[in-house]
């Protein structure tokens, strides 16, 4: 599947897209990273868009408290 991964580079605050081909959201994610950090991008992933333009959830990895403190 296709998913277009949108964000900013976190040193600069430049706008980020790319398409990127992955079997799920966490690993479009995952590439989207390593795609960005090959060109020297601070990647800081905003959204990652699945098919008929669904922003779509990914796991958290921590608790909601904990993401709304920092």
């Keep these: 599947m296709t998913y277009l991964v949108v964000g900013l580079d976190q040193s600069t605050f430049a706008p ?13 994610r995952e590439i989207a990273f390593a795609r960005a950090h090959t060109r020297g991008i601070q990647l800081v992933v905003a959204a990652v ?15 909601a408290a904990l993401r709304q403190a920092a």
Excluded at 17 to 26: K, L, P, Q, T
Excluded at 49 to 63: D, K, M, Q, Y
């Design 16 to 28: 980020w897209h790319e398409n990127i081909r992955a079997a799920d959201v966490g690993a479009a």
């Design 49 to 63: 868009i699945g098919p008929n333009c669904t922003v779509l959830a990914e796991p958290a990895h921590a608790p």
